[in-house]
């Protein structure tokens, strides 16, 4: 009990270093998937759509939460799982047009691609908001780009947006709706300063 109590209430996860130099190895492990099992994209986006849930929730979650540290600890890691959840959508785009064997420069001449009329469009959208967010997410370019890195990687919201409506064009799926209307509520409660005391007794 009393380890449960210092994980969630403060944020101590131990072997921390490590676990942090692990989630960047397991990162990219998306890409190693892919060449093996590029025809499971739908998997990729399965999964992708949950970390990226994940990622856009927990920072306003540790803003109202702040009782729980393991939410602040967990924000110290977003990074990480950012670039896990960019390179499985990434796995997710790539995987669909070698399985479907459609060039990658086809959505450049073919009009059909950008029919927002359909699902398609809104996922090419939502991948290519999501490139320079992966690109720049190190330490290299945050010193190059200094106050601008935190307004680039601002573009995640439209990549969550548009995943969002491209699964829900896809699939019909009102979960997705949901999902994206629970991290508005609690990013408008971190907004507004809104916070939510926890009690507890050490």
Known sequence: ??????LIFDGRIPFMSFIRKLLYVLAFSPLVFLIFY????????????GMLVAVMLIRPLADV???LRILR?????RRQFGIFTGFLLLSHAVGFFVSNQI????????????????????????I??????????????IRILKSRWKTLQRLTYLLFIFGGIHIYM????????????IVAFFWVLALFGVKIKMNYRK
């Open 1 to 6: 009990m009393e380890f449960l109590f210092r």
């Open 38 to 49: 590029y025809n499971h994209y739908k998997d990729f986006a399965s999964y992708g759509w």
């Open 65 to 67: 939460f702040t009782d």
């Open 170 to 181: 896809l699939r019909g799926r009102t979960d997705v709706l949901v999902h994206i209307g």
């Open 128 to 141: 290519i908001a999501a490139i320079p967010v992966l690109i720049t997410s190190n330490n290299f370019f």
């Open 103 to 126: 060039s990658f420069l086809a959505p450049l001449s073919d009009s059909n691609f950008w029919d927002f009329s359909g699902y398609i469009s809104w996922g090419l959208l939502g």
């Open 73 to 77: 600890t967990l924000v110290s890691l």
